[in-house]
C-alpha cells in the first residue's frame, strides 16, 4: 500500500529535483558529468512511500500521520539506495575520482537535511554519508538522527 497520495509524490519528486539543483551549484564541477535520473528518483519515492505506509500501519495510531522527520528518513534511505544521480557516460576506470562514489550518499544527506528546520551537525554528515554508502539503515532510525538533530540546536 502507497502512503503519498499522486499529488505528494509529483511535490517529493519536484523538492528533490530542487535539492538536486542546489547540490550541483555547490559542487558545479559536477554539473557536466552526472543527472539526475527522474526514473530512479521516482523509484526512490514510491519505495519510501511504500515504506511509511508499512510503518503507519503498524506503529502510528490511526488518525497519526507520519512527521516530516520520517519523512525525511524514509525518503533519504530510498535516495541512497537507488542512486539516482547517474554519469553521463562511463568514465574510462583508471580516470575515475573518489567523488565519483561518494556523490550518491551525499546527496542522500542533503536531501535529508532538506526537510529539516535546524542545519545538521558536519560530524552527522559525515556520518550520515558513511551510512548511505557501506551501510543499510531503517527509516525509522533515519528519522530519529534527524529529529536529534533539530534537537541538538536548541
Same mark, same amino acid.
Given at each position: ?15 528533490? &529535483? +530542487? ?53 525525511? &528518513?524514509?525518503?533519504?534511505? @530510498?535516495?541512497? +539506495? ?16 573518489? @567523488?565519483?562514489? @561518494? ?18 551537525? &558536519? ?7 558513511? @551510512? ?6 531503517? &527509516? ?15
Amino acid at each position: 500500500m502507497s502512503f503519498f497520495s499522486t499529488e505528494e509524490k509529483s511535490t517529493l519528486i519536484q523538492h528533490v &529535483g +530542487k535539492v538536486y539543483d542546489g547540490f550541483i551549484k555547490r559542487n558545479p564541477g559536477y554539473g557536466s558529468d552526472v543527472y539526475l535520473s527522474e526514473m530512479l528518483v521516482t523509484k526512490a519515492i514510491d519505495s519510501a512511500s511504500i515504506d511509511i505506509g508499512r510503518m503507519v500501519d503498524y506503529h502510528l495510531k490511526e488518525s497519526k500521520k507520519p512527521d516530516r522527520h520520517k519523512v525525511a &528518513g524514509f525518503v533519504s534511505k @530510498w535516495i541512497a +539506495k537507488e542512486r539516482p544521480i547517474q554519469l553521463q557516460q562511463v568514465p574510462n576506470l583508471n580516470l575515475t575520482a573518489n @567523488w565519483v562514489y @561518494w556523490v550518491n550518499p551525499a546527496f542522500a544527506v542533503l536531501v535529508m537535511a532538506s526537510f529539516l528546520r535546524e542545519k545538521m551537525p &558536519g560530524e552527522i554528515q559525515r556520518n550520515l554519508e558513511y @551510512w548511505f554508502a557501506f551501510r543499510e539503515e531503517r &527509516g525509522e532510525t533515519l528519522a530519529l538522527i534527524a529529529y536529534c538533530c533539530e534537537q541538538m540546536k536548541n
